[in-house]
């Protein structure tokens, strides 16, 4: 696939008229095209023609970056760089965000683009009016032939590549190798939101190695059984499942646009009981449309973008009041996708909500009973899709998996029901309903609808799997994955949280996102100015630049599992409490109240407690840090007898200590 609106060797891009080669970035151009667009670009290629004559290359101007939407201005391979350009027409600062764009765009080179991988790459930032300084030319100390970002002006541009290629030795790049490089990338799920809502398909912005299912067989799988059910006058389900991070939210992210996009397809919609999930959803939606229209020299408010987006990313509690007001006529959309379905209510929890907020005594359906009955409305056919996490419930009243399918059994026996064969497995808890599945007409298994490679952390895939025998406690099986794959995917602990901070500051380079996360639990790291009970706003938190005192890059406000469980960040900082501790005789569970810790008893929320730190230790896509505080001898409820002993648990294992 050719990325670039123009390629071409740089002897012939030398002896080409400039308004040639702006007239090829015209006609590729696929939007409105202003006039400071065709300046820029002249002034561009103005510039290259003066500082390129004597170096052999290929040049290439708008090179894009699906996963980010955007494009490389310019890009050079000249010897043994990449070099990635991105100039700032008439701008005489260097501002931080213009150094973060290129870092970003050479990152993703650098992760995603395969023949790019182990070559250096240069970013450099051009702003045109600039005074003379003298650039800076250095590595950045993860050792991977990523330069920092060079900043310098037009007149030094061309003593700045010369350098480089002097300071970056090696075998010449070949043009043939590079462009055939697959791009591989692993989005954030908000990024792959902004994508999939902008036009992109699945297969753009995501892997595509022979490891991983690919996500575009599942999205085409559950595509399928929708189509097969909407010719056929049938209503069936699916159960989709994956490990932390295989990418179940970017499928049914991808399944519901692709019927958003169709104008032959029925309405659907996609619905989470995650309220900080669906409310960074539809914030970032929002705010990319607006953005995009801006480009295109459209204006459009923020406040009818919003009401849009949120017809089609909806708070499955809202689609379920609706359905409670009008029980009668279907809803709207023949299509729901689940998230995380495992979290949906028991008939304790359903019917107690009931009574207390909608004034309905003896309500008497599971909360996946409910749902299903109101999509069973229809008078022909209906499709629900199940994206299924396994261990990943953690508040009271949460059903797991099995009560969808005893509502199923129980209820709906002329459902047809798709079925991931892995829902089979333990940690999805369906219970003995699964084992009564095969005496029942209908029931069709389907191994592409199982994700079983994580693409949350493109660096190691064996991350789950760590902090699963981290949580049961399989120290030999953990020390084994560690050893795999430490050299790919850092984890490091200490006993500070001020060292920590500064190990995420080290570590992130562009826009990577860090930040603090805890467990809702952890109420005794007051003293380290960590308060759970003070509300973190998702929206901020997720969302803003590194200038908003609210957002995760200050390091100041911490996210909880609930903040934090349905998205990521690059590196985090996971604080470990007093609340769920290592002892010889295994995982002690602990609730402070008033001002003393009490053991927790019931084995329901003795599970919740260690899914709580299942979510906590699975959100980094690149690395992360493990603070175990030392605790304070003068403060009985931080002893450090409660926090030393899960500190050397983890030494066990074998995670490096960091000290600074």
């Known amino acids: 696939?050719?990325?670039?609106?123009?390629?071409?060797?740089?002897?012939?891009?030398?002896?080409?008229?400039?308004?040639?080669?702006?007239?090829?970035?015209?006609?590729?151009?696929?939007?409105?095209?202003?006039?400071?667009?065709?300046?820029?670009?002249?002034?561009?290629?103005?510039?290259?023609?003066?500082?390129?004559?004597?170096?052999?290359?290929?040049?290439?101007?708008?090179?894009?970056?699906?996963?980010?939407?955007?494009?490389?201005?310019?890009?050079?391979?000249?010897?043994?760089?990449?070099?990635?350009?991105?100039?700032?027409?008439?701008?005489?600062?260097?501002?931080?965000?213009?150094?973060?764009?290129?870092?970003?765009y050479a990152l993703d080179l650098k992760y995603f683009h395969e023949s790019s991988h182990s070559q250096f790459i240069a970013p450099l930032l051009i702003a045109t009016k600039a005074k003379p300084t003298v650039p800076q030319i250095f590595m950045t100390s993860h050792d991977d032939k990523l330069l920092h970002p060079v900043k310098c002006n037009v007149d030094c541009l061309g003593s700045v590549i010369r350098e480089v290629l002097g300071f970056c030795g090696g075998q010449a790049l070949n043009r043939s190798y590079w462009e055939a490089g697959r791009y591989c990338p692993t989005p954030t799920i908000i990024e792959a939101a902004m994508a999939l809502y902008g036009g992109h398909a699945v297969t753009d912005i995501s892997r595509s190695d022979a490891s991983a299912i690919n996500l575009s067989e599942t999205s085409q799988a559950i595509?399928?059984?929708?189509?097969?059910?909407?010719?056929?006058?049938?209503?069936?389900?699916?159960?989709?499942?994956?490990?932390?991070?295989?990418?179940?939210?970017?499928?049914?992210?991808?399944?519901?646009?692709?019927?958003?996009?169709?104008?032959?397809?029925?309405?659907?919609?996609?619905?989470?009981?995650?309220?900080?999930?669906?409310?960074?959803?539809?914030?970032?939606?929002?705010?990319?449309?607006?953005?995009?229209?801006?480009?295109?020299?459209?204006?459009?408010?923020?406040?009818?973008?919003?009401?849009?987006?949120?017809?089609?990313?909806?708070?499955?509690?809202?689609?379920?009041?609706?359905?409670?007001?009008?029980?009668?006529?279907?809803?709207?959309?023949h299509i729901a996708l689940f998230d995380e379905a495992q979290r949906a209510w028991n008939l304790e929890q359903t019917s107690s909500f009931m009574l207390r907020k909608k004034s309905t005594p003896n309500f008497n359906q599971s909360e996946p009973e409910f749902l299903i009955s109101c999509l069973d409305r229809h008078l022909d056919w209906a499709v629900i899709v199940c994206l299924v996490g396994g261990g990943q419930e953690i508040?009271?009243?949460?059903?797991?998996?099995?009560?969808w399918l005893d509502s199923l059994d129980r209820?709906?026996?002329?459902?047809?029901?798709?079925?991931?064969?892995?829902?089979?497995?333990?940690?999805?808890?369906?219970?003995?309903?699964?084992e009564r599945l095969p005496l029942r007409a209908g029931?069709?298994?389907?191994?592409?609808?199982?994700?079983?490679?994580?693409?949350?952390?493109?660096?190691?895939?064996?991350?789950?799997?760590?902090?699963?025998?981290?949580?049961?406690?399989?120290?030999?099986?953990?020390?084994?994955?560690?050893?795999?794959?430490?050299?790919?995917?850092?984890?490091?602990?200490?006993?500070?949280?001020?060292?920590?901070?500064?190990?995420?500051?080290?570590?992130?380079?562009?826009s990577e996102r860090y930040g603090v996360v805890v467990s809702s639990?952890?109420?005794?790291?007051?003293?380290?100015?960590?308060?759970?009970?003070?509300?973190?706003?998702?929206?901020?938190?997720?969302?803003?630049?590194?200038?908003?005192v609210r957002s995760s890059y200050y390091l100041e406000d911490v996210a909880t599992e609930f903040h934090i469980q349905g998205l990521e960040l690059d590196w985090v900082c996971v604080t470990w409490d007093a609340d769920f501790r290592s002892t010889e005789h295994g995982w002690e569970h602990w609730s402070f109240c008033g001002s003393r810790w009490n053991h927790i008893k019931k084995e329901e929320r003795k599970l919740y407690l260690k899914n709580a730190y299942r979510v906590l230790l699975t959100r980094a896509r690149q690395g992360m840090i493990i603070v175990v505080p030392h605790g304070d001898e003068e403060d009985p409820t931080r002893d450090p007898a409660f926090y030393d002993p899960t500190y050397d648990y983890l030494r066990e294992i074998g995670f490096p200590v960091f000290e600074e």
Request: aromatic letters at 8%.
């Open 1 to 104: 696939m050719k990325r670039a609106y123009y390629a071409e060797e740089i002897s012939a891009f030398l002896e080409t008229a400039s308004e040639t080669v702006l007239g090829k970035l015209a006609e590729k151009n696929t939007f409105s095209l202003e006039r400071t667009q065709l300046d820029a670009w002249l002034e561009e290629i103005r510039i290259l023609r003066e500082v390129l004559p004597g170096l052999d290359g290929t040049i290439y101007f708008e090179f894009s970056i699906p996963r980010m939407g955007k494009r490389i201005d310019a890009a050079l391979l000249i010897g043994a760089v990449i070099f990635v350009i991105e100039f700032k027409i008439g701008e005489s600062e260097f501002y931080a965000h213009a150094v973060d764009q290129v870092w970003d």
């Open 443 to 510: 029931v069709f298994y389907n191994d592409k609808l199982h994700l079983g490679v994580s693409m949350r952390s493109f660096r190691a895939e064996n991350v789950s799997l760590l902090v699963k025998q981290i949580l049961d406690r399989d120290v030999e099986e953990a020390r084994q994955t560690l050893a795999n794959l430490s050299s790919q995917y850092p984890i490091v602990i200490t006993r500070s949280l001020a060292s920590a901070k500064r190990w995420l500051r080290m570590k992130a380079r562009g």
């Open 521 to 548: 639990e952890a109420e005794r790291l007051k003293p380290h100015a960590i308060d759970v009970k003070s509300p973190v706003d998702p929206i901020h938190w997720f969302l803003d630049g590194k200038d908003d």
């Open 223 to 333: 595509c399928e059984i929708i189509d097969a059910s909407k010719k056929a006058s049938l209503k069936s389900i699916c159960f989709v499942t994956g490990v932390p991070g295989a990418g179940k939210t970017l499928v049914g992210l991808n399944v519901a646009t692709a019927q958003l996009h169709d104008p032959n397809a029925s309405h659907s919609v996609f619905l989470s009981g995650n309220g900080p999930l669906v409310s960074v959803l539809r914030e970032a939606l929002t705010r990319d449309r607006v953005l995009r229209a801006k480009s295109l020299g459209e204006k459009l408010k923020k406040g009818a973008v919003m009401s849009t987006v949120k017809t089609f990313v909806q708070n499955v509690h809202h689609f379920r009041d609706e359905c409670l007001i009008d029980t009668s006529g279907p809803p709207t959309e």
């Open 411 to 434: 209820s709906f026996p002329e459902w047809q029901i798709h079925i991931s064969p892995r829902l089979t497995d333990s940690e999805y808890a369906a219970g003995h309903v699964i």
């Open 395 to 403: 508040n009271t009243g949460e059903a797991g998996i099995g009560e």
